[in-house]
């Protein structure tokens, strides 16, 4: 085979690796997104016609040597319809604000940017530095076999660090403590009592203002204040200052919980696509962590999950550019950051397991009822395969060409959110929307439909009510259920069905999956249909 279209000529293995899955996928001539293909999608402005595009990459994905750059247009990193110029400007705007970005991080901790990675904590939970940093013990299984818990940034330490002899290499001791916003901080010392509490923060303010002129006496009732300024005027100036204090509180709580959760990003980060050599070099490694740590702190309602590297790593192999790699990872984030948030009575992604419950039950009720009345119909057993896009599944670069299919598929929520509202009016349903959307689409409106994946055409054509909220990965899971449908069916316990889904790693092919995840999605939205329209029938009835 001629390497420039072998995928694992792209994505080195390590000699000694015992992990690697085998590669299916092959760039294939005339299927697969060439460079010439991709080149003659552009028009003398600039502009992409993805409509070209989307028919090549679903029918055989993106060859390795464009790969990144057709992922920025999928993932909406620029619009199709921008010009060159247009998205030279934005790539330098963009880089701009990682760097600033990355550049605050490293005024809180300067592991960051530093070329480390760190996996011991630095602080404890009250902000104040770790003196004898202990040695910790990893769960190596728990990360291999996929059990993963959500580690966000309100979470407790996850205390391992790697034993195995293929990371050894890729532990890095930390250097001096940086104490910048802990030492002094009241914030991380706080009593719990309310006078306390103020007492704190009068202190604070006769500290860092020392203009007011205001000194603080305690007696029995409370706090007396003595000023050179009239009664007025000194209050609207402590309470400016409460005001500005409480922030700092605000803020130094945040860089806390920050940095406490950088050492679970290191112990991820060390273990994530170690079979490939690219990940020998510990500058691969550093910039995958600083990319994540930079994630964590600009969105702190998600901080860090376990789960996040395998999805940032990609982005990290295909774009030397590090900024470039943030960016298609925050991309993809937005499409799936609810999928990780956690409180303490729910995980994200059990919204989109619910919708695979939902599809399996609608297009396969005898199948949902076996593995409900094995007590799995909460189908946490897929947690993995939706939370990872299939990571643990496929090989690296299969996983990489799955994707791309799936963003594919999916392209241009955008566009049916402008064309949605006149070509559906909401009293039709069924048949009478199908005709509708036909007759409706015409001309310059019907070519535009075409811009789109062809999953999101499906739902013009078939769909109905909410259908388009459950993302196609959840359809993808559906279609390995139903391609594992007589093992599944044949399984005596829970244990016995997640044994069939751990065997199937390596063994599935990406483009059958979703062959049979858009087969599903068409008998799902067909069966929506005639809910809807037994139930208007009924409703005229009576």
């Known amino acids: 085979m001629d390497r420039m279209n072998d995928p694992d000529y792209y994505y080195k293995l390590r000699l000694d690796s015992t992990e690697a899955i085998a590669t299916r996928f092959r760039p294939k001539v005339g299927r697969t997104l060439s460079e ?6 552009f028009d003398q402005n600039g502009c992409v016609d993805m409509s070209k595009v989307l028919i090549r990459i679903q029918k055989g994905g993106v060859h390795p040597l464009i790969r990144g750059e057709v992922w920025e247009f999928l993932l909406g990193c ?14 330098k705007s963009r880089r701009q604000q990682y760097f600033k970005m990355k550049s605050e991080c490293q005024t809180m901790d300067s592991a960051v940017g530093s070329g480390e990675v760190l996996i011991l904590p630095r602080i404890n939970e009250d902000g104040s530095p770790v003196e004898n940093e202990p040695q910790r013990e990893i769960d190596e299984e728990n990360h291999l076999n996929g059990n993963m818990e959500p580690v966000g940034m309100d979470s407790g330490s996850f205390h391992t660090e790697p034993q195995d002899e293929n990371i050894s290499d890729f532990v890095y001791s930390a250097k001096q ?3 910048d916003y802990m030492v002094h901080n009241p914030a991380a010392k706080r009593h719990s009592t309310d006078h306390e509490e103020s007492v704190q923060s009068q202190e604070r303010i006769a500290a860092v203002n020392g203009e007011l002129a205001v000194g603080y006496e305690e007696d029995s009732g409370g706090m007396i204040e003595t000023a050179t300024m009239d009664d007025g005027e000194l209050l609207d100036a402590l309470q400016a200052k409460r005001r500005e204090v409480n922030a700092m509180f605000v803020q130094d709580k945040k860089v806390i919980q920050w940095r406490l959760v950088l050492h679970q990003v290191g112990l991820d980060v060390v273990r994530t696509d170690r079979a490939l050599q690219f990940y020998e070099k510990p500058e691969h490694l550093a910039k995958l962590w600083d990319i994540l740590a930079v994630y964590a702190w600009i969105d702190p309602d998600i901080g860090y999950c376990q789960g996040m590297s395998d999805l940032c790593s990609p982005m990290v192999v295909l774009f030397s550019n590090e900024a470039d790699a943030f960016w298609c990872f925050e991309r993809l984030m937005n499409r799936l950051r609810e999928n990780f948030r956690c409180t303490e009575h729910s995980v994200g992604v059990q919204k989109q397991l ?9 297009v396969d009720p005898k199948l949902h009822q076996h593995l409900d009345d094995l007590g799995g119909g909460n189908y946490i057993f897929a947690f993995r395969m939706v939370m990872v896009l299939f990571r643990r599944e496929f090989s690296f670069a299969d996983s990489l060409y799955l994707w791309e299919m799936i963003w594919a598929l999916e392209y241009g929520p955008q566009l ?10 909401e009293q039709h349903g069924g048949g009478g929307l199908r005709q509708e959307i036909k007759s409706a689409l015409t001309g310059k409106r019907r070519k535009a439909l075409y ?11 078939y769909g109905f009510s909410n259908a388009h909220n459950i993302p196609f990965v959840v359809f993808c899971a559906a279609g390995i259920f139903e391609l594992q449908r007589a093992r599944l069916q044949e399984a005596p316990g829970i244990d016995d069905i997640v044994k069939v889904l751990n065997d199937i790693t390596g063994k599935l092919d990406a483009k059958k999956a979703c062959k049979e995840a858009l087969k599903i999605h068409k008998k799902y939205l067909l069966k929506a249909n005639k ?3 037994e ?4 409703f005229a009835l009576h």
């Open 36 to 41: 010439k293909r991709w080149r003659d999608a």
């Open 78 to 91: 620029f619009n199709p319809n921008s010009s060159n110029a247009e998205r030279a400007a934005l790539r």
């Open 177 to 179: 403590v940086h104490t």
């Open 354 to 362: 619910a919708n695979l419950g939902s599809v399996i039950h609608a």
């Open 416 to 425: 049916i959110s402008s064309l949605k509202e006149p070509v559906i009016p």
């Open 451 to 461: 811009q789109l994946g062809k999953f999101q055409r499906q739902i013009f054509k």
């Open 531 to 533: 809910t809807v329209e």
């Open 535 to 538: 139930y208007m029938m009924d």
